[in-house]
Every structure is written in C-alpha cells, then in structure tokens.
C-alpha cells in the first residue's frame, strides 16, 4: 500500500470512528465554554464591577440582553453547521481519495489479466506452432499438406508469430527433393506447390491476411512446372537467391507492386530450360536483381512493358545458350542497366535482345563483359541521350553488336554515346551500325582491334557527331564512309 493509500484510509477511519451528534455536541460545549471563557476574561480585565439592580428595565438594557439572548442561539446553530460543511469537505475528499485507489486497482488488476491472457495465448500459439512443426514433418505427404495449411492459418490469426510461420514453411520447401522420383516426387511436389500457392494468396495486395511485409526466403529452392505469381505487393525481401528453376519450368511475375523496402532477388540463380518473365511492373532502384544469375540450355530472362528507374542489376550475368530480353522496356533519365562483368559462355549462341526498348537518358554498362558468340541487338529501340558502355569488354570470336536505322539518334539535341574504350575486338567479332545518320559520339580510346570488324560504312555523319580515339591509321578491320569526322 502507497503511502497516499494510508493517509485517505486513516482519514476515512477516523471520520467513521466519530459519529455525527458527537462532533456536534463536542463542537457546542466547546463554543458555549469559549465564550464563558470570554465574558469571565472581559469582566475581570474591567476590574469585577458589581451588577446595581433597578427598579426598571431600560431600553437599551432590554436590547443588551436581548442581543446577547440572539448570540446564545445564533452560536451554537453557526458552530454546528461549520461542523457539518467541514466534516461534508472531509468526507468527499475521502470518497475522490478512495475512488482513485480503487480506479489504479481496477487498472492494476485488468493489466493483471491481460498479461495472463497474453500468456495463455502466447502458450496456445507456442503449443498450435509445434503441432504444425509436426504435422510438416510427419510421413505421409497427406499430413503434410495439413501442416503446411494449419500453419498459414495460424500465421492469419497470430500476426506476431506470422514471420516463425513463414520461414518454417519456407525452410521445408528449400529442402532438397527429386521430382523425377516417381510416385514419391509427385506428392512431394504437390506439398511444396500448396506453400507457394498459399504464400503467393497472402501477397496479393488485397489479400485478407496480407503478408506483404513478411521477408519470404526461397533460396536454393527447385522449381519446376508453372508458376504464375502475380498481383503481389511486395514490402519486404523476397528471395529466389540460388534458385533453379528446373526444365520446362516457367515463373511469370505480373502486375507487382513494391514498397519502400521492398525487393525481389534472383542473385546466383539457375535458369535451366525455363523462363522467368516479368511483365507490367514499375521497377525502382535495386528492387530487382539477377546479379550472377546464371541461364543455360535455352533459358530465357524476360522483362516485358516494364517502366524502370534507379539500378537494374544483371552484374556478373552469365549466359550459356541462355537469353536476356527487354521487351518494350522504357527508362527514366539517369537509369543505369548493370551488366558489368557479365560473361557468354563460347560458342553458347546466347542472345542479348533489346526489343523497342527506349534507354532515353539511360547508361547500358557492359563494362569488362566477357562476351563469346554472343549477339546483342536493339531492333526498333531507342537510344536517345544513352550511353551504351563496352568499355574493357572482351567481344571474342563470333560476337555481334548490331544497332539498327535510327537507334544512335539524337533526340531533342540529346545524342546517344558509345563508349569503347580499352575494349578487346577479337577475331570474328564485330560490331556494325546500319545505315543511318550518325549523331552520337563513338569513343574508341586505347581500343584493342585483334581481328574484329567494326563496321560504320554504311553511316553518314551529322555535325553533332564525333569519333575520339581512333588511330590515325585505320586497322584493316575498321571500315568507315568517305567522309566521317575526325577527333
């Protein structure tokens, strides 16, 4: 007990120990005994006189006494109701003082219960989570299709175990399994198909158990047959890192939306056979990356009617009979496609295809690429104020670089820029620009021609062109028009 709580409750206890009568009473008998006390102390300080008796009353006589008559029964009402407002003030400041101690105990003691509840529930959530736990992990895939639904029905009715839950449903489906493994592949698919089926429904960006904000961790997971994950509003980390996505499989992304941190990453993925498609997705700074992705065996990458901005990151890219497209991608002024150090493997007969993509204000970094038999084409797109960066790439044997009528036009007096420099041009490469008027600046600087063509002959030069770097005496392998600029 506080020490207030003690001062209220001995005040309420004394004012109860004392009834009312007796205060008054005691309250009278001392006022009449104050004044006697009064009087008797003015007599003796006038020096005793003696009382002379008359025959007659006087007039004032009669109102002295009569005033003094009033006082006697005036006093004692006025003593008795200061005793009753005093002992009402006393009291109803008791009552408040008692009422706020029973207020902080009734706070005290909901607290109390809420905590217990919390408690119990925390427990009956702990106790549901562990049974899912062994629902998952139980033999027969039957089972486990119930513990992967009894575990996203608990992470809906318990938002703050709702991450636990979906990191157990992704850890399961990370671990290794063989489709091909008959009967027994079959059913295991289908188990890890209900756990992307039921994370993909809580994605969506009216989903009634929304897990947008969730970090949904896919690594090293194997794909297979079609998937098709759309509509989702991403607001944490989704990852794919490490990934494969088996043969004939196809992963379509449409239609996604991202917040502030949000993100989907394919970093060191494997694309074997398959396709993975994003498509109608405004795509801000780092919000998607293939980083050393990998797609091999006719595998293909597709961005589709996608507006971007900020970094889009393929550094380290490799391709082995495998496609990167862009198709009607549009950029914002100052967006940089990142496929530095990407690698083509040899004679892999892989494809870099930017179809009626406009890169306005774009840079295009292929800086140290190292590209064997590959083919990168624009058809249909626009280059206006781009920058397209081969610097110290190594465009080996059987290489192609194509730029169409019209891609290297300028715009609005924004002219597009090729950068060569210290770049390698070995046998069988080439890279050729059709017949158009050039308006772009080629620099070639400390360029090495070890055999490749490059191949402007067939250009005319406007006067906003410019070619920096190339030497004096043309290599045999560089052929121009008659008449082009000299810097």
């Known amino acids: 007990m506080s020490g207030n709580e003690g001062t209220v409750r001995d005040e309420v206890e004394r004012l109860r120990a004392m009834p009312m009568r007796r205060a008054v009473t005691i309250a009278v008998t001392s006022g009449f005994v104050g004044m006697v006390v009064v009087v008797a102390g003015l007599w003796w300080l006038a020096g005793t006189p003696s009382v002379h008796r008359g025959g007659t009353l006087s007039a004032g006589t009669v109102i002295g006494v009569l005033q003094l008559v009033f006082g006697l029964v005036v006093l004692p009402a006025g003593v008795v109701a200061l005793v009753v407002n005093y002992r009402k003030q006393r009291v109803s400041e008791a009552a408040h003082g008692l009422a706020e101690i029973a207020e902080r105990r009734s706070q005290a003691a909901h607290q109390f219960v809420s905590a217990a509840a919390s408690r119990d529930d925390v427990s009956h959530f702990e106790e549901r989570y562990a049974r899912g736990a062994e629902l998952l ?66 994605m969506y960006v009216n989903a009634a158990h929304p897990w947008h904000d969730l970090d949904i961790n896919l690594r090293d997971v194997l794909f297979s047959g079609r998937l098709r994950l759309n509509g989702w509003h991403i607001a944490g980390s989704v990852s794919f890192d490490g990934a494969t996505f088996g043969q004939g499989s196809k992963a379509y992304f449409s239609d996604l939306t991202f917040g502030e941190r949000g993100e989907l990453s394919f970093i060191e993925a494997r694309i074997d056979s398959a396709e993975v498609r994003i498509h109608d997705t405004t795509i801000g700074d780092q919000q998607i990356r293939f980083s050393k992705a990998r797609v091999v065996n006719d595998g293909k990458i597709v961005l589709h009617t996608c507006p971007v901005s900020g970094e889009l990151a393929f550094q380290g890219l490799e391709l082995d009979g495998g496609n990167l497209e862009l198709i009607r991608v549009t950029t914002s002024p100052g967006t940089r496609i990142d496929l530095s150090e990407a690698h083509v493997v040899s004679d892999s007969d892989s494809q870099f295809y930017f179809l009626n993509v406009d890169l306005d204000g774009c840079t295009l970094n292929f800086h140290r690429a190292r590209l064997e038999g590959a083919t990168v ?111």
């Not at 318990?158 to 059913?187: K, S, V």
């Open 377 to 487: 084409d624009f058809p249909w797109s626009r280059l206006a104020g781009a920058t397209v960066s081969f610097e110290e790439a190594h465009l080996a044997a059987g290489t192609r670089v194509s730029f169409p009528r019209g891609s290297l036009s300028s715009q609005d007096g924004q002219p597009p820029r090729l950068e060569l420099i210290r770049a390698r041009f070995g046998a069988g490469s080439r890279i050729e620009i059709e017949g158009q008027e050039l308006s772009c600046r080629i620099r070639l600087s400390g360029a090495r021609f070890e055999g490749g063509d490059v191949d402007l002959s067939k250009a005319t030069f406007s006067d906003a062109a410019s070619i920096i770097g190339l030497p004096a005496d043309l290599p045999a392998s560089v052929t121009m028009p008659a008449t082009w600029p000299r810097t």
């Open 137 to 202: 992990g139980h033999a027969s895939p039957a089972v486990r299709l119930a513990g992967v639904n009894w575990l996203a029905a608990l992470a809906d009715s318990w938002p703050q175990g709702r991450q636990r839950c979906a990191d157990l449903l992704c850890g399961y489906a990370r671990l290794p399994y063989d489709p091909q493994a008959g009967t027994e592949g079959l059913a295991e698919r289908s188990v890890r198909i209900e756990i992307l089926g039921l994370i993909s429904r809580r």
